[in-house]
């Protein structure tokens, strides 16, 4: 067989198995490290195996099998081990026994989620162990996602895995009065996945990456199990929002467009009636969290770009609500670009201008500030907040659109 059609295959299985099947090996060992170290394994035997034998039937029963002889290898090498040999032999008949029928293992990424926000683990390690454990990012795009050296976030990520197996804490979910705040910490983490890829230039795609979609996937996931939680829901809508504007954020070029000019013909329409009833379900609830409120905000843009029409009021009332729910920096440049929609270019920079020092390193609030300065016809500041900007910026296609933006302010001004 061709190699391209092989590595093309093992992608696949990767981007759509790879969280089951570390989940799958987790909860039986109790081990996510190496876990995750079987299932790496696996992939690559299956790299030198698969252009010579084929692509199998069951690619996630045979990388299952992999797994297993690797736990058992390492077994023998760490006596520590031996104690795991009996359900390593359930493991690796559970996969024969998926190879020979229509069986398929479990999906028990939900609970490697909640094992992951579990209180004994640093809240701040709850996302970025998320992040890899069940999708498979690398520390070093996690680590690009928080600000942090790959070596540092690899470290933290390490030390979390290892708690997690010196603690003996279950891979479950928890029952329903023990949920607390690992709710919230499992859905930040899901959105952070979602959001994760755009900070990589190399996948910025979401089609492509596969990352975008596993996380709808564990969102609707998380709504399944819990289809009366309106923050769930909320989650949902939120992605689902965004993902139907995927393909209008980049031109026929490849350029970026922004949402005010990006062409809604292109806009998943399906996806956003999805969204909107959603929303609609969550709304029934008496609560508003984070997620319902940042979908309503994007109901309200989509709402606007479709019909043209926007209750500003509304919307600050929204942005205050959030401010005062789930406060962020995101939150409040979010409510600076609506005082500005709603009240003038002048009233939205005095807005950004009261945010504080936060904003320093935030390259929307740089977008923003240099945006408001051309509105208001001070083209050379605005000059120099579009480069301040452009160099804050991940997404090469980013860069260029501001850089073109100082260029032109910077002829204005001339």
Request: hydrophobic fraction near 45%.
């Amino acid at each position: 067989m061709n190699p391209d059609p092989v590595h093309a295959a093992v992608e696949r299985v990767a981007r759509a198995s790879y969280g089951r099947l570390v989940a799958f090996l987790a909860r039986r060992t109790g081990d996510v490290q190496a876990a995750e170290d079987a299932i790496a394994e696996a992939f690559a035997a299956a790299l030198r195996t698969w252009p010579r034998d084929g692509v199998p039937d069951k690619p996630e029963a045979w990388l299952l099998r992999a797994a297993h002889n690797r736990f058992i290898d390492a077994s023998r090498r760490d006596s520590v081990r031996d104690a795991a040999l009996p359900e390593l032999a359930r493991i690796a008949q559970s996969a024969i026994s998926m190879a020979e029928t229509n069986e398929t293992f479990p999906d028990e990424r939900l609970a490697m989620l909640f094992a992951c926000a579990h209180p004994a683990l640093d809240a701040g390690v709850h996302t970025p162990l998320m992040l890899q454990a069940v999708m498979g990012l690398d520390a070093g795009t996690i680590a690009i996602a928080f600000l942090v050296a790959p070596s540092a976030m690899s470290q933290r990520l390490v030390r979390a895995k290892q708690k997690l197996r010196q603690t003996g804490i279950r891979i479950e979910v928890p029952d329903a009065d023990e949920l607390g705040g690992r709710l919230e910490a499992v859905l930040s983490a899901i959105y952070a996945a979602y959001t994760a890829r755009y900070n990589d230039a190399g996948s910025l795609d979401p089609i492509a990456g596969g990352i975008g979609l596993e996380a709808i996937e564990l969102a609707r996931l998380m709504g399944e199990w819990m289809p009366q939680e309106p923050e769930t829901l909320g989650l949902l809508a939120l992605l689902l929002y965004c993902e139907a504007r995927s393909r209008a954020r980049r031109g026929v070029s490849g350029e970026y467009v922004p949402l005010d000019a990006q062409d809604t013909t292109r806009w998943d329409r399906s996806m956003i009636g999805e969204a909107e009833e959603l929303l609609t379900r969550a709304a029934r609830s008496a609560t508003a969290g984070r997620f319902q409120l940042e979908a309503a905000l994007q109901s309200a843009h989509v709402h606007a770009r479709l019909h043209g029409e926007i209750d500003h009021e509304a919307v600050l009332r929204l942005y205050a609500i959030l401010l005062e729910t789930a406060p962020s920096v995101g939150a409040a440049v979010g409510h600076s670009t609506a005082i500005a929609a709603a009240h003038g270019p002048a009233a939205g920079l005095r807005a950004l201008d009261s945010v504080g020092s936060e904003c320093d390193s935030y390259q929307p609030a740089w977008a923003l500030r240099a945006d408001l300065l051309r509105q208001l016809g001070r083209h050379a500041e605005a000059a120099t907040a579009y480069n301040r900007a452009a160099g804050l910026s991940d997404d090469p296609a980013v860069r260029q659109f501001l850089l073109a933006r100082a260029a032109t302010c910077g002829s204005s001004s001339r």
